[in-house]
Every structure is written in C-alpha cells, then in structure tokens.
C-alpha cells in the first residue's frame, strides 16, 4: 500500500491550494487520516486529523476555518483544502491513514497513524 499526496505548489498570500493525497496498492480500510507538515528548522505538527467513523476532527488552531479535510471513496483519495493560505503555512505536508482505530485525542499524534505518504512542498509568498 502507497500513500501518494500530491497538489502542492507556489501560491500568493490568500490564495488557496487543494492536496491530494491517493492510495494505491493492496486496498485496506482505513480508520482515520490525518495531514501533517514540516517547516525547515520546525517539528513536523499535525494539522488535521479525523476518524471516519464518525466524523470526528482535529484541527490545528491556526488552520480553523481555513482548511477542511475531505474524502472520495470512490477514488481512494482524502483532500485537504486549503484557503486564505498564510506564509506560515509554507512547509512539506505529509498525508498518513490508520489502520487502527485511534481515540480521538490521539489524531494529531504520529504515532496514531501506520501509512504515510511523501510529502509535497506548499509554498505561499507574501
């Protein structure tokens, strides 16, 4: 199984992105998925998170009401769009699916999730 995201790029400030992130391989379920990224000289942070069971979500404070995660089953494909994107937002994001059924609480936590995808550069200019 292969996590592939995807949609990255140079945008100006308020502008608006939307990553994609694909499965492909053997076909598992998924319990949740989760979107991640990493500036230069910062920790990886989780920006969303969210356990399709019933829809509960994390989102990092600084993304609320910008960004919203969303599924196509059909496609294998989980989405994070992105708008009123900020310089801050500038970083590699990883996209990453659980097997397992993690708690709510643990959605922003790494270690909730047992695939991850390459990351994709999203670079925003002021």
């Known amino acids: 199984v292969q996590l592939q995201a995807s949609g990255g790029g140079l945008v100006q400030a308020g502008g608006f992105l939307r990553l994609s992130c694909e499965a492909s391989?053997?076909?598992?379920?998924?319990?949740?998925a989760g979107w991640f990224r990493q500036a230069p000289g910062k920790e990886r942070e989780a920006v969303v998170g969210?356990?399709?069971?019933?829809?509960?979500?994390y989102y990092l404070d600084s993304v609320k009401g910008r960004f919203t995660i969303s599924r196509d089953y059909n496609k294998n494909t989980v989405y994070l769009q992105m708008n009123g994107l900020k310089p801050e937002d500038t970083a590699v994001y990883y996209c990453?699916?659980?097997?397992?059924?993690?708690?709510?609480?643990?959605?922003?936590?790494?270690?909730?999730?047992?695939?991850w995808g390459l990351g994709t550069q999203v670079t925003v200019s002021s």
């Open positions: 391989g053997r076909t598992f379920t998924t319990y949740a």
């Open positions: 990453a699916a659980s097997t397992t059924r993690p708690i709510v609480s643990a959605l922003p936590n790494p270690g909730a999730y047992d695939h």
């Open positions: 969210i356990r399709w069971s019933d829809r509960e979500t």
